[in-house]
């Protein structure tokens, strides 16, 4: 048999979306690495800790236990009450099993509720640097991105006159992320009331609020969107998950809450595409939220001197503004006067894209260019890596940006 190199004819659908901007950096960082360079990878999204060892072990026990077969589709009863318990216990909101939905991360369910609620024509606001799934989803289900700008002038945080000169009666959702992936950024319960009064008069949008990154919050009081703004409760879709603030990413487990009409239409379509999400890492999760969770303490402790010793260090170069984060565990950092300078080999860096490759070819250090999150002129570094991986990785960064003219 003869594999043919021949395209096959894709749906309409597949050109409204685009491959990963970073698939091209990981990709040169892997033949660099199988050329025997050590690379020190800054592009990953996830926590570098294992899963804590009774979590992992529940799942165990849930094999022998024999919880290997089909689940409800929104996810087991119990891991939905538990869900509902950690929204009132920490988020002082209450739900119902019926308005949660477990899904195979919280990705899918991003994928689920857009595709249950856009038709062409509809607009999703998404305030940039965004996560880059968002834009991508939208458009697969149908729908039009609108990238709304937060700069570092408001602290990378939409505000509700930038709200306002972009929300109109096609608007269908309002897209927001705290703490945010990539700037780190945290709103306040006062950021979130003012945003509110401008989404008052539409009544017809409604509002994901991605909390994945809650537990994970350093010089800021998190606050959930529904809790911050109750009068919108009822047009909120409070999204959160095991894979950060576990260290979970491939157990594949998030959650959503919402009107329950909302979960009913994101029920039926996970019904009729991956049935329900893992039994085994059901349980884990299960496990997760049941548990205490006495190893965040020093797993933020030890992500804070990380971001305190990357800060330090990249602040030695003049070419780079960085803005310690509040949340999560990237840095996200202005590059712009590294732009447009000349190289030791006489080239000219003229995007943050080039400058990437550039430290990846010169400082051994993977990162991805802000154009990927929608804000250009930046890098997202990610410090959940070995301390001295994070440090030396600085370093480097910091020597290569020195020799540029
Ligand atoms: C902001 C944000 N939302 C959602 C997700 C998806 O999380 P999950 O692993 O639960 O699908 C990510 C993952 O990187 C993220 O950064």
Known sequence: MTSQASALKLSSRMQQVSTSMTVAIAQRARVLQQQGRKIINMASGELDFDTPAAICAGAVEAIHAGATRYTN?????????AVCRKLLTDNKLTYQPGEVIVGTGAKQLIFNAFLATIDPGDEVLIPAPYWVSYPDMVKIAGGTPVIVPATSNTDFKLTAESLKQHINGNTRWLILNSPGNPSGAVYSREEYQALAKALQQWPQVLILSDEIYEYLCWDREFISFAEAVPELFARTLTLNGVSKSYAMTGWRIGYAAGPQSLIDAMTTL????????????????????????????????????????????????????????AGAF????????????????????QSDLQLASYLLEHAGVATVPGSAFGLPGHLRLTFSLADQDVFTACENIVSVLETLQ
């Open 330 to 349: 990237y840095l996200f950092v202005d590059c712009q006067k590294a732009l447009n300078r000349a190289t030791a080999d006489g080239q000219q860096l």
């Open 270 to 325: 996970q019904g009729q595409s991956t049935s329900n999400p893992s039994s085994v890492s059901q349980m884990a999760a299960l496990t997760a939220l049941n548990g205490d969770r006495d190893f965040l303490p020093q797993w933020c402790e030890i992500l804070r001197h990380r971001r305190e010793g990357a800060v330090a260090r990249l602040q030695r170069s003049s070419c780079l503004h960085i803005a310690a984060p």
């Open 73 to 81: 589709v929104a996810g087991l009863p119990a891991l939905k009450e």
